[in-house]
């Protein structure tokens, strides 16, 4: 494997249903994000791991809970989802925690959520 | 107001055209400026990026920066079926996250 994989690749879910979704990096890199990627809306930062620190963006509900064991590893936990969390969620990586534009992130292909 | 405005699309052009997407924004702090693009089933992919104003050129791709109308255009010259794709703008103050736009969705007709 190469790059950043994403597993499931696609997700269908009941709003009692608990799930996981799992992000694996390949490329050495020390920094994780999990973004939201809804239709007509901007990418949503939601949570970025890296070894300086972790960031959450305050408007994510506690329904999703990140999870990161190591450095190469990021996990999404949900549950209790509303239909209004449907979209693409993508998982990025990146050299090290800055949010800077020459820091740049590598996107994996997403796992498409659809709660019903 | 959203910090930052892009045009959905879709766009659909012939084979060769030249092409322009373009995005405004309010933060006038912002530095940093980027475009991805996003194939079909795909994450985004960092594609060009510049600092403060100017143009960057790189292939048949050119990004451009204008500050004072707040105003960042790519235009992709002999545009070709690969380049069917959706363009996302990004931008940032120093050190600060990214704000992205909706993205534009772009279908090159051979």
């Known amino acids: 494997e190469t790059g950043v994989t994403q597993t499931p690749r696609h997700l269908v879910m009941g709003m009692t249903n608990k799930k996981s979704l799992k992000c694996e990096q390949h490329?050495?890199?020390?920094?994780m994000y999990w973004y939201k990627q809804s239709a007509k809306k901007p990418l949503e930062l939601m949570f970025v791991?890296?070894?300086?620190?972790?960031?959450e963006n305050n408007s994510v509900p506690s329904r999703f809970s990140p999870e990161c064991p190591n450095s190469s590893h990021l996990f999404l936990h949900l549950h209790t989802l509303q239909p209004e969390d449907s979209a693409l969620y993508l998982c990025?990586?990146?050299?090290?925690?800055?949010?800077?534009?020459?820091?740049?992130?590598?996107f994996g292909p997403g796992t498409r959520l659809t709660v019903l | 107001q959203k910090e930052v405005e892009q045009d959905p699309g879709p766009l659909s052009v012939p084979e060769g055209a030249i092409v322009s997407l373009n995005c405004t924004y309010s933060n006038s702090a912002f530095q940093y400026f980027m475009w991805y693009r996003q194939y079909s089933r795909k994450g985004p992919e960092l594609l060009m990026y510049t600092y403060s104003s100017g143009n960057k050129e790189d292939g048949r791709f050119t990004a451009q920066v204008d500050k004072s109308s707040k105003y960042i255009s790519l235009f992709i010259r002999d545009s070709q079926p690969s380049d069917s794709a959706t363009y996302l703008c990004a931008m940032s103050e120093p050190g600060n996250q990214f704000y992205f736009g909706t993205g534009t969705s772009l279908t090159v007709i051979p």
């Open positions: 490329l050495g890199h020390n920094a």
């Open positions: 990025a990586s990146s050299r090290t925690g800055g949010l800077t534009f020459y820091n740049e992130q590598f």
């Open positions: 791991y890296s070894l300086e620190e972790r960031v």
